[in-house]
């Protein structure tokens, strides 16, 4: 078992990593479960998870004579909107939720941004426990507090930061996971390696393959490591209120105008956009002389490896590289005709570069989408 401590003033909590967590559950979550007394215990999960895990659930929550109460999600970014969070909020508040209770969000990334958000609304703020079961929301979305739904106008443009009392990592429950969901999450992983820790990734150059076929040791040191990384961020800079927490990002500015090209369907998951963004990231710095080609290029391998897409020239897409540019011109962190972009130095030390012109990138762009 590890357990990795998310130092914030005022609302420190642990991340637990232990295979087999789901079945001792009632231990593990004793503090946020034993207030309900009898009364039974919200859940919130999609229909695959609830399909997949429910019995597990009931069965460790009986240990500790617990009973859930569960609302069940469409699987899919669908759930995070306004209608769902209303859904949500309302029935909360007919369970009498008070502000000392804590609700259990069992699923990926869709549910515990959902439900982190109805818990920092409902009664203006009450507890929730993390639960996640994909590698993508294991190793980043369910630690640090960012939660959201998606408008009209974008994704994740309405939440708020709100902090869960604790996240509870089963390893085990990636069996389930279908291969192509983990391989996404696994590009979150490499991101911590490429970002800040070259030993990290020389390490996952050696053993992303056991990772990938869920091995336990090396399954679990891989998600250890990647929280340990992300919580040091997140306890440097809670908010993104300066550079640290930013850092996150590397291969997300790409990825994010890749994943509104293809309309953020199913054709290219947030994993995956990253997975290339990240090749372009490096690609772009070795360009400007910041990176070794070599560099860059290992980069590239190392996804290509892990069967993730590592040339945006595969995607089809028929736009240029203007059009995919244009994708970042709204970026809420344009400055000008510049965009603070992550870059890096060397493999394991991100930057942030101040004085990339979007038409560079464009161009840039232009030369990738060509690639052979
Ligand atoms: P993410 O965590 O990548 O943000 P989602 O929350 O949308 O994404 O989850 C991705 C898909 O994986 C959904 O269809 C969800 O129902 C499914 N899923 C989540 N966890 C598991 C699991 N442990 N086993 C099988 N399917 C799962
Ligand atoms: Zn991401």
Not at 216 to 223: D, F, K, R, S, V
Not at 225 to 252: F, M
Not at 296 to 319: D, K, V, Y
Not at 330 to 354: C, V
């Amino acid at each position: 078992m590890a357990v990795v401590p998310v130092a914030l003033a005022g609302r420190s909590y642990d991340v637990t990593i232990e295979a087999g967590a789901l079945a001792k559950l009632a231990e593990l979550a004793a503090p946020y479960l034993d207030r309900y007394n009898g009364r039974k215990v919200p859940f919130v999960t999609d229909a695959n998870t609830h399909r997949l895990y429910q019995n597990q659930i009931e069965t460790a929550l009986a240990k500790g004579g617990h009973h859930a109460e569960w609302f069940v999600v469409d699987p899919g970014e669908g759930a995070k909107s306004w209608g769902v969070l209303e859904q949500l909020t309302d029935w909360l508040l007919t369970l009498g939720i008070t502000r000392s209770d804590h609700v259990f969000a069992l699923g990926g990334g869709v549910v515990g941004d959902l439900t982190g958000l109805a818990c920092a609304v409902a009664k203006r703020g009450c507890g929730f426990v993390q639960i996640p079961t994909t590698l993508l929301a294991q190793v980043d979305s369910s630690v640090g507090g960012k939660t959201a739904i998606n408008t009209r106008a974008g994704k994740n443009l309405i939440g708020a930061f709100h902090q869960p009392s604790a996240v509870i990592i089963d390893p085990l429950v990636l069996g389930t996971l279908p291969d192509r969901e983990m391989r996404a999450g696994y590009a979150e992983v490499v991101k911590y390696g490429l970002l800040g820790d070259a030993e990290f990734f020389d390490w996952l150059d050696v053993n992303g393959t056991q990772v990938l076929a869920r091995t336990p040791e090396p399954l679990a040191h891989a998600i250890a490591t990647s929280i340990r990384a992300k919580a040091k961020i997140v306890a440097e800079d809670e908010r993104e209120t300066n550079d640290v927490r930013a850092l996150l990002n590397l291969g997300h500015t790409f990825g994010h105008a890749l994943e509104a090209e293809t309309g953020f369907s199913d054709q290219l998951l947030h994993g995956e956009a990253v997975a290339l963004g990240m090749v372009l990231a490096a690609r772009y710095s070795a360009q400007r002389g910041d990176l070794a080609a070599s560099d860059a290029e290992r980069s590239a391998r190392t996804i290509a490896a892990a069967g993730l897409p590592s040339e945006i020239a595969e995607l089809g897409l028929t736009c240029d590289g203007a059009k995919l540019a244009d994708h970042m011109r709204h970026d809420k962190k344009m400055e000008g005709s510049t965009l603070p972009f992550l870059l890096l130095k060397n493999i394991g030390e991100a930057y942030m570069a101040r004085d990339v012109e979007l038409s560079d990138i464009a161009a840039f762009l232009d030369t990738e989408l060509a690639r052979a």
